[in-house]
């Protein structure tokens, strides 16, 4: 029998992460270490349990990231400049494995998570739901079929208090259109709340986004082609989604060796 997978838990005070360690707590596959929150906030010293919505469990949250090194696997659902700084510590501290779901990282933000993908497994995803890792796969295999020929609108809707735009799943799903069309082309971002006036021209992605309420997360990807369109439409209705997609991936990751993974992986038939 698989032993238990020690977790470590960064960015615990969020909303997702509250989400992850209430799901972990109740899950005998992992046994809960450390949670991490930022240095400052009112949840420091909190038991993680109570922080979560649970029962106690004598785990008090610390801001102190290097009791993260020792866990099989962390992760990190922070912000992009606390996730980059953590992958750069982990790697340098001997630590097994990363998943994070943080958005909006910058390039250089991309690269010290990539340079520390040379000494540990870190797998990455902007959704760490099933039905959209889903989508990705169908979203690229449409745009192979159907080639540059067609134009593409990705549409994110997102509860207001969300930070970046285009979402990081909307940036994912323009990934897998370029993939499937195997050329490059930059999309085109709308400001939040612009409409789309015209519909995209062949080989154009334009992405356009919407921040309302308490939206958990919505993307349509829509393709233009002469005289047709074709449609996929993702709603996701509970953060539990993404909780449970990174207890999914965290399990596929624990015990794999260095270098950067995607949630595509953790789906795939083949494993
Ligand atoms: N991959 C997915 O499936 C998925 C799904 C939903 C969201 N996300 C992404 O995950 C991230 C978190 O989302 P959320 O909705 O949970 O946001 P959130 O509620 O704003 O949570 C982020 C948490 O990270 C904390 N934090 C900031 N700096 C930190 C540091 N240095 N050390 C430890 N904690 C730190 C914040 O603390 P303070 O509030 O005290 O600053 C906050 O508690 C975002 O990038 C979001 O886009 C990913």
């Given at each position: 029998?698989?032993?238990?997978?020690?977790?470590?838990?960064?960015?615990?005070?969020?909303?997702?992460?509250?989400?992850?360690?209430?799901?972990?707590?109740?899950?005998?596959?992992?046994?809960?270490?450390?949670?991490?929150?930022?240095?400052?906030?009112?949840?420091?010293?909190?038991?993680?349990?109570?922080?979560?919505?649970?029962?106690?469990?004598g785990?008090?949250?610390?801001?102190?990231?290097?009791?993260?090194?020792?866990?099989d696997?962390?992760?990190?659902?922070?912000?992009?400049?606390?996730?980059?700084?953590?992958?750069?510590?982990?790697?340098?501290?001997?630590?097994k494995?990363?998943?994070?779901?943080?958005?909006?990282?910058?390039?250089?933000?991309?690269?010290?998570?990539?340079?520390a993908?040379?000494?540990?497994?870190?797998?990455?995803?902007?959704?760490?739901?099933?039905?959209?890792?889903?989508?990705?796969?169908?979203?690229?295999?449409?745009?192979?079929?159907?080639?540059?020929?067609?134009?593409v609108?990705?549409?994110?809707?997102?509860?207001?208090?969300?930070k970046?735009?285009?979402?990081g799943?909307?940036?994912?799903?323009?990934?897998?259109v370029?993939?499937?069309?195997?050329?490059?082309?930059?999309?085109?971002?709308?400001?939040?709340?612009?409409?789309l006036?015209?519909?995209?021209?062949?080989g154009e992605?334009?992405?356009?986004?919407?921040?309302?309420?308490?939206?958990?997360?919505t993307?349509?990807?829509?393709?233009?082609?002469?005289?047709?369109?074709?449609?996929f439409?993702?709603?996701?209705?509970?953060?539990?989604?993404?909780?449970?997609g990174?207890?999914?991936?965290?399990?596929?990751?624990?015990?794999?060796?260095?270098?950067?993974?995607?949630?595509?992986?953790?789906?795939?038939?083949?494993?």
């Amino acid at each position: 029998m698989m032993s238990t997978i020690t977790l470590g838990i960064h960015g615990g005070a969020g909303r997702l992460g509250r989400r992850i360690t209430a799901l972990a707590l109740a899950d005998p596959r992992f046994s809960l270490r450390a949670v991490v929150v930022r240095h400052g906030s009112d949840a420091m010293g909190q038991d993680v349990g109570l922080l979560a919505g649970a029962e106690p469990v004598g785990i008090l949250a610390g801001a102190d990231p290097e009791t993260l090194i020792a866990c099989d696997v962390v992760i990190d659902v922070s912000s992009p400049a606390a996730a980059a700084s953590l992958a750069g510590l982990l790697a340098k501290g001997g630590a097994k494995a990363l998943v994070t779901g943080t958005t909006g990282w910058t390039d250089a933000q991309d690269e010290t998570l990539s340079r520390a993908a040379n000494d540990m497994a870190i797998l990455r995803s902007g959704n760490f739901s099933l039905g959209v890792t889903a989508l990705v796969h169908q979203v690229q295999e449409a745009a192979a079929r159907l080639g540059p020929d067609w134009g593409v609108h990705i549409h994110d809707i997102h509860h207001s208090a969300k930070k970046d735009t285009p979402s990081g799943t909307a940036l994912m799903l323009a990934d897998a259109v370029r993939a499937g069309w195997d050329h490059s082309v930059t999309p085109k971002c709308l400001a939040v709340g612009a409409p789309l006036e015209e519909n995209p021209t062949r080989g154009e992605i334009i992405i356009t986004a919407e921040r309302k309420g308490q939206v958990v997360g919505t993307h349509d990807v829509t393709f233009y082609g002469a005289g047709e369109t074709l449609c996929f439409t993702h709603t996701a209705q509970s953060r539990d989604i993404f909780a449970y997609g990174a207890l999914q991936a965290a399990q596929w990751l624990a015990g794999k060796k260095a270098r950067l993974y995607t949630m595509q992986e953790v789906m795939s038939p083949q494993d």
